[in-house]
């Protein structure tokens, strides 16, 4: 499995995980501009072959970039319900087809990727983290 900080901070989360050839971004709060040069810089393509998109919680700093990629890119974007509720107001929005919804204490497969999401406590509905497995 690999994986890149493609950026941290109040300015902007993005997080990128390879396993097999399943890619992912967890988060994407910089603009879509941002996070595809920060993905060509890391060497890591030009986001054309990423599996999804999983999303933590609706702030800015998380979620910026994540309706024009999955727009541009014609990625799914993985996020609880609550998260939803919030997200799109300042993403933009996405299309219906490109949605899944996430339970915490749930875990799925993503092709090569075991995915777990867990509750975390923050100021924002039903906020998660994701242990990622391959």
Known sequence: MEYCSLMSGSWGNCHYIKG???RILIDAGQTGK???ANLAAAGLGDGRDLT???VTHAHR????????????LKVPVYATEGTWCQMEEISG???ETLKRVVRPME???LNEL???????SHDA???VGYVVRC
């Open 61 to 72: 700093d998380h979620v910026t970039a994540v309706g024009v990629l999955a727009r541009k």
């Open 125 to 127: 509905l039903e906020s």
């Open 52 to 54: 999804g998109i999983l």
């Open 20 to 22: 097999g050839n399943t």
């Open 34 to 36: 941002r996070v595809l």
């Open 114 to 120: 075991e995915i777990e999401a867990f509750p975390t």
């Open 107 to 109: 875990k799925w497969r």
């Open 93 to 95: 929005p996405i299309p």
